[in-house]
């Protein structure tokens, strides 16, 4: 990867530094979702009721915090930014809370399991690569954008194939975008951070964000493929 052009002269110390602070932040974040979510679905089952009477509103919730972080960047400050991560975080542990009660224990476990692997491997591929990965930025999303949009059709025509095909299409899409993602946050700390310790901080909270949600859909697809429904 070649970054001259930049002119810019980053500290390596530094921005491996700043990496450590993104990849704390979404685990942390992984564990608050999967505390939240085993507490739910096996020790407070109440808590699974209320989350699904009020299922859209907190759906909304998490929308709009993803929104605030990624829009209004400018104006909040890394506290914010990472309050509102880890409330996000939270929100999803509790749409997820159900899950224990749809799949078998082991069906997660080895869904958690190979989710974890397959994160490790393509995250330290994404940092030391020295292939440009961001190249592939558009043709990542454009892949994202269909598979939401063949997911929603699939509500209407619920083929059993087309959900394979998506599922499957889902673990690629996924599995690919956690090694761009490192590798754009590993730009984005040495090319738009100037070294400002606040913009270092706040491009942390959103890497951390994006391949936190990395993580979360990759495993929700291996669910599916792993998935012993009870």
Do not use: C
């Not at 085993?38 to 020790?43: H, P, S, T």
């Not at 069906?107 to 989710?115: D, G, K, M, Q």
């Not at 592939?136 to 454009?142: D, P, Q, R």
């Not at 070294?195 to 491009?203: A, M, P, Q, R, T």
Request: aromatic share 16%; glycine share 8%.
């Amino acid at each position: 990867m070649d970054f001259r052009g930049n002119e810019i002269i980053y500290d390596e110390y530094e921005v491996n530094k700043a990496i450590r602070k993104v990849i704390l932040f979404m685990v942390f974040g992984v564990l608050l979702t999967f505390g939240t979510m085993a507490y739910g679905a096996f020790y407070n089952q109440n808590l699974i009721a209320f989350v699904y009477s009020n299922y859209y509103p907190i759906i909304i919730g998490e929308f709009a915090i993803v929104i605030a972080l990624s829009w209004a960047k400018k104006f909040l400050s890394p506290f914010l930014m990472g309050i509102g991560f880890f409330l996000y975080s939270f929100l999803t542990g509790l749409t997820l809370s159900g899950i224990g009660l749809i799949y078998d224990f082991s069906a997660i476990l080895y869904a958690l399991a190979s989710t974890l692997i397959i994160f490790v491997v393509m995250a330290v591929f994404g940092y030391t690569t020295k292939e440009n990965l961001l190249g592939y930025g558009k043709m990542l999303m454009v892949g994202l954008i269909s598979l939401i949009l063949v997911s929603l059709l699939n509500l209407w025509l619920a083929s059993p194939v087309l959900y394979w095909i998506i599922t499957y299409a889902g673990v690629a899409i996924f599995t690919a975008l956690i090694g761009y993602d490192m590798q754009k946050i590993k730009h984005n700390l040495i090319v738009r951070s100037g070294g400002d310790s606040v913009e270092v901080n706040k491009i942390a909270i959103l890497g951390a964000l994006e391949l936190y949600l990395d993580f979360i859909n990759l495993f929700l697809y291996l669910l599916r493929i792993f998935g012993k429904k009870r």
